[in-house]
């Protein structure tokens, strides 16, 4: 076991959480170190990200960065039902915020954000893998890891954050994971080339209503290339994803029109069960973020906003403990990213059981509601100023109501 100079901190995993975080305590004079399990760039979902990101990067100095790599500008989400069609956009939301995002792919936006937290000074070892944490008495902690070689070593550290994703290394080594409640979810996705070329929806993520069950969505990237993926309820069958995604785009009619003759230019990939949950966000001498403390869903495209969001508070709050400054962790920490998962949860689950939909098809939307409806889709779920946040829970519910009513 080769022991490593001890560090001020350790972070699990360089995605957008991640290196948030590192960028958050670079700049405030913090040692960190970053212990990542794959080599980038890689691929990963969450392509399409929110306006909401947009502060956080800003805030981690990459947003320079991003603007420089091109990405396809992202204005707003498009939903279609059959003959039905919803749009939305970001330039006329409630909330005074970003009023664009960007489509991206994600071994390239990983790369860039990884990139500029090596540049600030932070070490990032790529192909460790993470064997055991072990709490100190002493309030450190010591992280035991391989590298790519397969040598061990160990790191000691005062404050860990774990960002590793869907790895929840200390969700599974401290015993944390949950069950989730409700239907088991997958999704098979790929990318293709659309031989029609991207039509007038490639600035919006395109989101088509298969069943109540089962959505589909296409993020058209800045290369011509098109992300295509289909979620629905969890299956058994042996098949390839690949063969999965070439049923469902033979079976979902506006697919089959642009990509039954595609060209794949990435292997179909399946993620099964896909939603996670843990008991604790934080503890002594650690905390977790971004999907570390869970997954809800990938139809409002949540997973970079939570990951960045939660990656900037850690950062900060990590920080302030490091140098010495009380750090309530209930209310500074836990309950906003407990605020925003609700808000997102309770909006998926509102779509899959028909409630959303009642109000994205009304025949006569309200304008006012509608905009919104929107600086949430956006990924404003903490503006205060948003009057539908404020008592959500009872007002979508009777909105959906009164205007399936009505129709």
């Given at each position: 076991?080769?022991?490593?100079?001890?560090?001020?901190?350790?972070?699990?995993?360089?995605?957008?959480?991640?290196?948030?975080?590192?960028?958050?305590?670079a700049d405030a004079g913090i040692d960190t170190i970053i212990l990542e399990k794959s080599k980038f760039p890689r691929f990963s979902i969450g392509e399409s990200l929110l306006p909401r990101c947009l502060d956080s990067l800003e805030k981690g100095g990459f947003l320079p960065a991003i603007q420089k790599a091109n990405f396809l500008i992202k204005t707003g989400a498009r939903f279609y039902s059959e003959d039905k069609l919803c749009e939305f956009d970001f330039s006329v939301q409630h909330t005074a915020g970003w009023d664009h995002a960007w489509h991206v792919k994600?071994?390239?936006?990983?790369?860039?954000?990884?990139?500029?937290?090596?540049?600030?000074?932070?070490?990032?070892?790529?192909?460790?893998?993470?064997?055991?944490v072990v709490l100190e008495k002493s309030g450190n902690s010591v992280v035991s890891f391989s590298d790519k070689t397969g040598v061990e070593h160990q790191v000691k550290a005062q404050q860990i954050i774990d960002a590793?994703?869907?790895?929840?290394?200390?969700?599974?080594?401290?015993?944390?994971?949950?069950?989730?409640?409700?239907?088991?979810?997958?999704a098979v996705f790929g990318h293709v080339v659309d031989k029609t070329g991207h039509?007038?929806?490639?600035?919006?993520?395109n989101v088509i209503c298969h069943k109540p069950d089962t959505w589909s969505w296409e993020i058209a990237f800045a290369d011509g290339s098109t992300s295509i993926g289909v979620v629905s309820p969890q299956c058994d069958s042996a098949e390839s994803a690949d063969d999965e995604l070439?049923?469902?785009?033979?079976?979902?009619?506006?697919?089959?029109?642009?990509?039954?003759?595609?060209?794949?230019?990435?292997?179909?990939?399946?993620?099964?069960?896909?939603?996670?949950?843990?008991k604790s966000f934080f503890g002594d001498g650690w905390v977790l973020?971004?999907?570390?403390?869970?997954?809800i869903d990938p139809i409002f495209s949540s997973g970079v906003t939570m990951a960045l969001v939660s990656g900037e508070m850690a950062g900060e709050l990590v920080a302030k403990q490091i140098k010495g400054e009380k750090v309530d962790w209930n209310k500074e920490y836990l309950a906003p990213i407990q605020t925003g998962l609700d808000v997102f949860?309770?909006?998926?689950?509102?779509?899959?059981?028909?409630?959303?939909?009642?109000?994205?098809?009304?025949?006569?939307?309200?304008?006012?509601?509608?905009?919104?409806?929107c600086s949430i889709l956006a990924g404003y779920v903490w503006d205060d100023t948003n009057s539908i946040l404020r008592k959500y829970k009872r007002t979508i519910p009777t909105l959906a109501h009164i205007l399936s009513s009505e129709n």
């Open positions: 076991m080769r022991e490593m100079k001890d560090r001020t901190a350790v972070i699990l995993g360089a995605g957008p959480a991640g290196t948030m975080a590192a960028s958050i305590l994600r071994s390239e936006f990983d790369k860039i954000l990884a990139d500029e937290v090596e540049r600030k000074g932070v070490e990032i070892i790529y192909g460790a893998t993470v064997t055991d590793s994703g869907y790895g929840k290394v200390l969700s599974r080594l401290f015993g944390l994971e949950e069950p989730i409640d409700g239907i088991a979810r997958q039509g007038n929806w490639k600035n919006k993520i070439k049923k469902w785009i033979e079976e979902i009619g506006e697919h089959h029109d642009r990509y039954a003759k595609y060209d794949q230019t990435f292997p179909a990939q399946r993620i099964r069960a896909y939603g996670s949950k843990t973020a971004g999907n570390a403390f869970g997954f949860k309770s909006f998926v689950d509102w779509w899959y059981d028909g409630t959303l939909q009642k109000i994205f098809f009304a025949e006569k939307p309200n304008e006012m509601i509608k905009n919104q409806i």
